[in-house]
């Protein structure tokens, strides 16, 4: 023990000889720093986990709706666009609401007629575009997509009316007769299992008749959901917008309570290190009560004492903060991907909170047990009662 | 003389061990409420995704094709095979009934409506809106307004024994109607209790009881289709297996798991001649969804107990080191290392046991107030969790304490009481 503090001392002679006249105040706080390097490490250690931590809740809780909205778009189409009172929307539609939606979300038409089948069976045939389609609605269980022309996709229903074989059948509308080959099946547990998709080209060449649907899955907050809608009514106002409202208000309930239960966790663990950080440096400070004894006896002011013990304070936790800061983008930007599969962007606003609570939380950590040792006589303390 | 020594080392040095205790409490406490919120958060999401609609559908197993455009029913009305009413409610009788949330069965009959001497062609749905059934010697009510909870309906929902119906919004409009008015359908006066809006086919038909559809379609008891809300686990490659393929056991633990095809499978076994399946849509995106928030939570947990267990070494290690002058006279006295380490083991042990117990019951608590305060309903504790929760608390005390016991149990006698360090 003697041997390291005598090598320090060295050390210390060494360093002071080449170092410039700074002033008393900072040389202090730095060899306050340096000469109990195990205490200081592990006061600072607890303020950067801290900080990490808070960083990495509160950067989650500012991306959490985005990247829950995204998974949210799993359900498909959130605004559907019809041709009032049935009728077909004009041909641009497509162009028009996909430039509405400029790469917001994906757009897919579908163009529905009754036909019949070779024994005279009424069955619903719908064109659209499958490479679409496949982003849009990605719940279809598909056995295999439709890739060349003539082709079909039918619904598990559908085919043991048309085609129990596989083989190919053919499909009559006001007797226009289309031969189709079946690629797969789709299935979803609903309407698509009774129907048969064709090719927007086969459909409208066969039938003639344009898209009178187009789904559209657009990603956003409530309110850009509801410009853009206002934007599509706009853009084509032979058609009626509709939203899917128990989507909107199923993902509007999930968002608000997966927030606050992040919220209510947030504050748990942010409570939690801010305690752990109070608790070292309480007994930090409280453990240096002789060198506020021996600075007291020779003759500092309450203001100066207050002063040093706050910028040193105040260093920790700015220091604390800022490593913390790094380690705590590090850690949501880890979970984001982990659970996500996406990057959580680093919220540079989150920063500012960070290190204004990690001061606040050391200066308290300072003020405290000094408040409470300014009452002692420093002789009382530096013999040790 | 070593119990001695515990037992005075907790009376005299009250305010220490308070702050130690209290660091080890609020440790505890967030840990047990965040593990008990994230055990329940799945069953809490899930019953809010339950919003979004009916999971699962039940049809006549020998159905023929919907040949149906934008809620327009263009098949003949009496064609294809119908379910029996009477067998819905051993739907509450299948193994998961308590995952089921809630069931709505549908019937669909086309009406002609008489309008200023013209006839105009309708879809009338019949269906439950919140009827009381009952299965053995429970009680439930079910329907549309459980099932389907983003039906708005402005004036009144009718009674599921009325003849009282509701109109679509966009119908409405069409005819200029309003609720309290009355609609001639198929040759009945028929009375509007209120205007529907639901954003999808419906706004173009005329909701009413049931009884009501299956009277005017002339088939009793006769239902097209039974939309099921249930509580599921998300789908894995286990789920996807053909139960027929399974051999006993393996079976019985796909059987016994709520997974949607599972649950359909009880379904299609409680109901005579039906056809049960998930709806894809909600299904399978709710999985989705689920798996999502049920990781973030998992997560945020994590570092809720790395939190804690910070928080509770800290405190412990603060602790001892202020009683650097008390290890140095027990050694000045005599003690040898295993007995110093044990006095402060035996210390710990006893504050992470009161701190753990206080903070379990804190813990507990908090989850109910986040539960009661965020999704309306409780979060409640199992008491399974309690031994795990002190276990911890126990191990997470030492660990904290022990680096600063082992520099303790090192110190030099004559440097600690001189208080030189």
């Known amino acids: 023990m003697s041997g390291g503090a005598s090598r320090l001392e060295r050390d210390v002679v060494a360093k002071r000889a080449k170092v410039p006249h700074t002033s008393m105040f900072v040389r202090m706080l730095l060899r306050a720093a340096v000469l109990r390097r195990g205490r200081a490490a592990a006061a600072l250690l607890a303020m950067v986990v801290a900080a990490a931590v808070a960083t990495a809740m509160l950067n989650l809780y500012v991306d959490v709706q985005a990247k829950l909205r995204r998974e949210f778009r799993n359900y498909g189409a959130n605004i559907i666009l019809v041709g009032k009172d049935g009728a077909s929307l004009p041909p641009d539609a497509i162009t028009r609401a996909e430039s509405v939606i400029a790469g917001r979300g994906v757009v897919a038409p579908f163009a529905l007629v009754v036909a019949r089948t070779s024994d005279g069976q009424p069955i619903v045939v719908a064109g659209t575009d499958f490479e679409r389609v496949r982003q849009l609605d990605r719940w279809w269980s598909v056995s295999n997509w439709p890739a060349a022309s003539k082709q079909a996709l039918v619904g598990v229903r559908a085919l043991q009316l048309v085609s129990p074989n596989n083989q190919p059948f053919d499909l009559s509308f006001q007797g226009r007769t289309i031969h189709v080959t079946p690629a797969g099946t789709v299935q979803t547990g609903s309407a698509e299992d009774s129907r048969i998709y064709l090719s927007l080209g086969d459909f409208f060449f066969w039938t003639g008749v344009q898209p009178s649907i187009v789904e559209i899955a657009a990603t956003g907050s409530p309110e850009e959901i509801a410009a853009i809608m206002r934007h599509l009514q706009e853009a084509l106002p032979a058609a009626e917008v509709r939203p899917v409202r128990q989507l909107m208000e199923g993902e509007a309930r999930v968002l608000g309570k997966t927030r606050a239960t992040l919220l209510a966790a947030t504050a748990l663990i942010i409570l939690t290190a801010a305690l752990c950080v109070l608790s070292t440096l309480m007994g930090w400070v409280f453990d240096r009560r002789r060198d506020f004894a021996i600075m007291k006896a020779l003759g500092a002011s309450d203001r100066l004492m207050n002063g040093f013990f706050a910028a040193e304070a105040a260093a920790l936790g700015a220091t604390g903060a800022l490593v913390g800061f790094v380690l705590g983008i590090g850690l949501a930007a880890w979970i984001g991907r982990v659970n996500f599969h996406a990057a959580v962007t680093p919220r540079f606003s989150v920063l500012p909170l960070v290190v204004a609570g990690s001061m606040v939380v050391t200066l308290l950590a300072a003020i405290l047990p000094i408040s409470s040792l300014r009452r002692v006589q420093p002789a009382v303390i530096l013999r040790g009662e | ?421």
């Open chain 2, 1 to 421: 003389m070593f119990v001695r020594l515990v037992y005075e080392s907790f009376r005299r040095q009250k305010r220490r061990k308070f702050l130690a205790g209290a660091a080890i409490t609020l440790g505890v406490t967030v840990a047990t409420a965040m593990i008990a919120v994230a055990t329940d958060i799945g069953d809490k999401i899930n019953r809010e995704l339950r919003a979004i609609g009916a999971n699962l559908i039940v049809t006549p197993q020998e159905d023929t094709l919907d040949v149906e455009i934008g809620g327009v029913n263009l098949k003949p009305p009496s064609d294809g095979a119908f379910l029996n009413e009477a067998d819905l409610p051993k739907i509450k009788g299948t193994f998961w009934h308590n995952n089921i949330t809630g069931f709505a069965p549908m019937l669909p009959v086309n009406v002609t409506l008489q309008r200023d001497g013209k006839a105009e062609n309708l879809t009338l749905l019949g269906t439950y809106f919140a009827k009381s059934i009952s299965f053995g010697k429970e009680e439930f009510k079910t329907g549309v307004r459980s099932t389907h909870p983003w039906w708005k309906v402005s004036g009144a929902w009718p009674d599921d024994s009325s003849r009282d119906v509701l109109m679509g919004e966009r119908l409405a409009a069409r005819l200029s109607a309003k609720a309290g008015d009355s609609v001639a359908l198929s040759g009945r006066e028929l009375h509007v209790s209120g205007i529907l809006s639901t954003g999808g086919s419906e706004d173009d038909e005329v909701v009413a009881p049931l009884a009501l559809a299956q009277e005017i379609l002339g088939k009793p008891g006769a239902v097209r289709r039974v939309y099921v809300s249930a509580l599921t686990k998300p789908e894995d490659a286990f789920a996807r297996r053909d139960p027929k393929s399974m051999s006993g056991a393996i079976y019985d633990r796909w059987y016994c798991s709520p997974y949607p095809q599972s649950i359909a499978f009880q379904l299609q076994e409680a109901i005579p001649h039906s056809h049960a399946e998930q709806i894809r849509q909600v299904a399978q995106s709710e999985g989705a969804v689920l798996t999502r928030i049920e990781g973030l939570i998992f997560l945020v947990t994590l570092a809720a107990l790395f939190a804690s267990a910070l928080a509770v070494s800290a405190a412990m290690a603060t602790a001892i080191f202020e009683r650097r002058s008390e290890v140095g006279l027990m050694k000045a006295l005599g003690a040898g290392r295993l007995t110093v380490a044990s006095v402060f083991f035996a210390e710990a042990t006893l504050l992470a046991l009161i701190g753990g117990l206080a903070g379990f019951a804190a813990g507990g608590m908090l989850a109910r107030q986040i539960g009661r305060s965020i999704f309306d309903s409780q979060i409640t504790i199992a008491p399974v969790v309690l031994p795990v929760i002190l276990a911890i608390a126990v191990i997470v005390t030492f660990a904290g304490s022990a680096a600063a016991i082992r520099k303790a149990v090192e110190l030099d006698p004559v440097f600690a009481l001189r208080g030189e360090l």
